[in-house]
């Protein structure tokens, strides 16, 4: 919230009448354990719900001053919630996971929102691209999407021949690039390379790709300097590659795990317990901001666009941001298709934090040895529900409900049982059930199973 003089006051007096005239005990205002808030986020489009929150009054509307600032990477971002600098910030979907695991650093993260789908890509160099290009198969003089690593396997075996690595950028160990970009190796028949905790946390043993962290705005200038020769990213970062020449999108994460959760909103477990109204706040203007970016079929994404644009926020060109958000993506430079589901941050139920998202990506960390032992079934759940919170989220949106800001038909029906059905829509066809992890990971051929686990450079029964 801005704090600005009687309009500001004019405004809180204005909230609390409306929750006096809602019915609600008190005030609204009253009700808070902390007014004054500091969030934090990396410079992609999906930190969107954050600014618009903020620039549309929503946080104002729950009482909330609220700074939102950006954050040099996702490493600095996490210390700075679990310290007390941040109240809570923008992360990837495996963060409040990894942190609450004790893979890297250890503090206990929740998350009761889920800030959207999709929005990553993954781009290789001109010159990968073109190595790769005689092996994708064409319809039209276009490449039949989705583009499978099938058609990089020949590149990294050539690579292999002469003993040259092949260098591949993601954005952090428990990033939902890093997974991403693993799986559509995996799939291809590339092995990504397998982490061994404490020792070995470089995540490339045995790895025919090597995979090293990049952070997101640097990654078309690594690119281009040839220091990696592709990477896996949010939004704006790979339609800069395109407008700058530099590289080709080959695929992006709705055509490898349709309508995947991507970032959430973090807060430390402790900050939860000490705030919960505030907290709840926090929430119920998150969802408002998300229901207003995904409205009328995405109306509000060029306002959305032009905010995010602002140098405050992701800080590149109206044009490159507004490629994705806006329904387009371009893969080689000319070849832009529809793709109205590349951001999406309320519709499919998007804000919701499911226990089964949670569960596939401990099943990734549990894959590529970042759990390097096997665990029961009931370790996936009983983690799953300590860090998801739908049962925060499903309060707030009840009090929405309640205000006739939001609709019932607008949340899960199911409430806060916490599970999807069992998804099909992944590039090898493999289907995941949340509530069997162990089984499915038995389904793929590259990553670890069973008892199996990362010794000395080796994978053992």
């Not at 003089?141 to 990294?156: F, Q, S």
């Not at 032009?306 to 800080?315: A, R």
């Not at 371009?330 to 499919?348: A, H, I, M, Q, T």
């Amino acid at each position: 919230m801005k704090k600005t003089g009687m309009s500001g006051v004019k405004h809180i007096l204005s909230v609390a009448v409306t929750a006096a005239t809602l019915g609600f005990s008190g005030s609204l205002l009253a009700d808070l354990e902390k007014e004054d808030l500091k969030f934090g986020f990396i410079k992609l489009t999906d930190m969107a719900p954050l600014a618009i929150a903020y620039e549309k009054g929503y946080f104002e509307d729950e009482g909330l001053y609220v700074q939102v600032e950006a954050q040099a990477n996702w490493k600095v971002l996490l210390d700075r919630v679990i310290n007390g600098e941040l109240d809570g910030a923008h992360m990837l979907a495996g963060q409040p996971l990894g942190a609450t695991i004790g893979f890297g650093t250890q503090s206990h993260i929740i998350t009761a929102f889920s800030m959207d789908l999709n929005g990553n890509g993954i781009t290789v160099s001109n010159d990968i691209w073109s190595q790769m290009k005689p092996h994708v198969p064409m319809a039209d003089g276009k490449p039949v999407h989705p583009i499978k690593a099938d058609y990089l396997k020949p590149v990294v075996e050539k690579f292999k021949e002469v003993g040259k690595p092949f260098n591949m950028g993601m954005v952090f160990p428990v990033s939902t690039h890093n997974y991403e970009l693993r799986y559509w190796l995996a799939a291809g028949g590339i092995k990504p390379g397998y982490y061994a905790p404490p020792q070995d946390i470089t995540g490339q043993i045995d790895a025919d790709a090597l995979l090293s962290v990049t952070p997101p705005p640097q990654m078309p200038a690594t690119l281009e300097a040839g220091t990696i020769y592709g990477y896996c990213v949010g939004e704006p970062w790979n339609q800069q590659a395109v407008f700058k020449g530099i590289g080709v999108p080959v695929i992006t994460d709705y055509e490898i795990w349709k309508d995947n959760p991507e970032k959430v909103f973090g807060v430390s477990k402790e900050w939860a317990d000490k705030y919960p109204n505030t907290h709840k706040a926090v929430v119920k203007a998150l969802i408002r901001a998300a229901m207003w970016l995904d409205a009328d079929n995405n109306k509000n994404r060029p306002e959305a666009v032009k905010i995010l644009s602002e140098s405050k926020y992701v800080g590149a060109d109206y044009e490159v941001i507004a490629n994705s958000m806006t329904g387009t993506f371009e893969y080689e430079k000319g070849d832009k298709r529809s793709l109205p589901d590349f951001n999406v941050f309320f519709r499919y139920n998007a804000t919701y934090p499911y226990y089964s998202d949670a569960i596939w990506y401990l099943t990734q960390m549990r894959r590529w040895g970042q759990v390097n032992e096997f665990k029961p079934d009931s370790w996936y759940m009983d983690i799953a529900k300590k860090v998801y919170r739908p049962d925060i989220y499903m309060s707030a949106a009840k009090a929405l409900i309640a205000e006739g800001k939001a609709k019932a038909s607008d949340f899960p029906a199911d409430g806060e049982t916490g599970f999807k059905p069992p998804q099909t829509e992944f590039i090898d066809g493999v289907v995941y059930d949340g509530t069997k992890p162990n089984e499915y990971l038995t389904k793929f051929a590259i990553g670890l199973k069973g008892k199996q686990k990362v010794v000395g450079g080796s994978i053992v029964e």
